[in-house]
């Protein structure tokens, strides 16, 4: 290649994009399986969706709108909060990739966690930045280690909250102890896929933290339209962030990078909350069932805020997610996350997680695990 490519490109793991469900199907010899790896939405999206996405077809010759307007602005007057704080973009990691274009330079320093959403690192990379990565502690965000790695080159520090495999939560005290050592030229993201599944008492106020943040670092928080809202093959996601800091993220966002598609569909989504709460009671219902029913089986299940949660097979979880192959039932292993006993699994409708746990028993027994 003759191309001259940047070392730190050529440096970079492309992601490893999944199978599709019929060529697992085809290669497995299996049939009807479920797939309970990617923290997806088994209940899928509002009907209110579908048919505005069905009445938007006829549309699909003109470009979108460019600011998404409308969506904008029911999703500020919802989150209450400007409509000037949001950046929406093509899934939430696209709002990852403005703020990493916007605020790095070569050689600048990014912190994040491991194990965590790998793109965060993979966006610095891109840009010739300095990933510190930060191993959890007890399958938790080590703040302390987070601010012992902070330099003068530090410009983003990116924890979520849940954390995703772990779905452990930190504190609104933990975080303001935090805010209160971090410099104005830090930028703290709040990766918040997976707060809508939250207990309530245990959400943060991020949108008040951004609007009432004078002083100390710029406070950005992540939401998604793939998971509660179960709009996942659409790609949108948003942030809230200070009106300044969404200015210059638009000086970086292409034009039309919201399709129409996803934009009638998230609108209406956001009106249907009957959908919306019954999908947090389905996901809540099924986490409390599945977790009862692996420790019945041996297992150690971790206590979890998001819509998956981790369990310890005691034994290989790369045999066991091969096994579960077998039967047809679609896992995460978490080996090379760092926990090698353990998966991960996505709470699913009640007759995906009565099949889940038939065949993991089954499993068990094949593998002597327990």
Known sequence: MKLLVPAYVKSIVPYPPGKPLDELERQYG?????????????????????????????????????????????????????????????????????LVKACIEPG??????????????????????????????????????????????????????????????????????LCHVLPESVALVLDEAYVDFVDQEQQLDSVGLIQQSKNGPQIVSLRTFSKAYGLAGLRLGFGIMSASLANMLHRVRQPFNINTLAQVGALAALDDSDHYWRTIGGTRAGMRFLQKEVEKLGCCSYPSQANFFLIDVRGDANRLYEAMLYKGVIVRSMHAYGYPSCIRITVGTEAENYRFVGALAECLRELHYV
Not at 50 to 77: E, M, V
Not at 113 to 125: G, I, N, R, T
């Open 108 to 177: 600048d320093e990014v912190i994040t966690s491991h194990p965590s959403f790998l793109m965060y690192q993979k966006f610095v990379q891109i840009r010739g930045g300095i990933n510190k990565v930060i191993p959890l502690a007890n399958m938790r965000h080590d703040f302390d280690a987070i601010v012992d790695a902070l330099s003068e080159r530090t410009r983003l520090i990116f924890i979520d909250n849940p954390n995703n495999p772990t779905g452990t939560l930190f504190s609104s005290e933990e975080l303001l102890q």
């Open 30 to 98: 299996i049939t009807n399986a479920i797939k309970l790896a990617s923290n997806e939405n088994p209940w899928g999206p509002s009907p209110k969706a579908l048919a505005a996405i069905a009445a938007a077809l006829d549309d699909l010759h003109r470009y979108p709108d460019g600011s998404s307007y409308a969506l904008t602005q029911a999703l500020a007057k919802h989150l209450g909060c400007d409509p000037n704080m949001l950046v929406l973009g093509n899934g939430s990691n696209e709002v990852i990739e403005f």
